[in-house]
């Protein structure tokens, strides 16, 4: 069966940090790029940061220089370092998982992701 289950949610004050995790199982896990995205309420999921075979990385403008995405093959887990939280970063973050045969492509689009996670909230408190 496959799965991804993301750990580290919370409750933390602007400006703060956590760590995302995200724990995959029953697929080749180094044959995908994987992907964070939220989704805050009423607004449309999107993307965070994603990270290639090879260990490509993509981040959104609004991220850039605060997050950091990093991956463990060994361990079949991808982690998102969140760093100077705000409050506009609250949100229901998610993984997802891509399949690629090149070790350089990321896709930012929702549409090109084959597995998803249940999501773990994210809320920064002003």
């Known amino acids: 069966e496959v799965q991804l289950v993301e750990f580290g949610g919370g409750l933390v004050q602007a400006g703060g940090s956590l760590r995302l995790s995200c724990v995959a199982s029953g697929f080749t896990f180094d044959d995908y790029a994987i992907g964070w995205f939220r989704q805050a309420p009423g607004k449309e999921r999107e993307l965070v940061a994603a990270i290639s075979r090879g260990g490509r990385t993509v981040y959104a403008d609004s991220v850039k220089g605060r997050f950091t995405i990093s991956r463990d093959d060994a361990k079949n887990t991808v982690y998102l370092q969140m760093n100077s939280l705000k409050p506009e970063d609250t949100a229901t973050y998610y993984c997802?998982?891509?399949?690629?045969?090149?070790?350089?492509?990321?896709?930012?689009?929702?549409?090109?992701?084959?597995?998803w996670g249940q999501g773990t909230q994210v809320t920064v408190s002003s």
């Open positions: 997802a998982a891509d399949f690629r045969t090149s070790t350089i492509v990321v896709f930012t689009t929702i549409g090109e992701y084959d597995y």
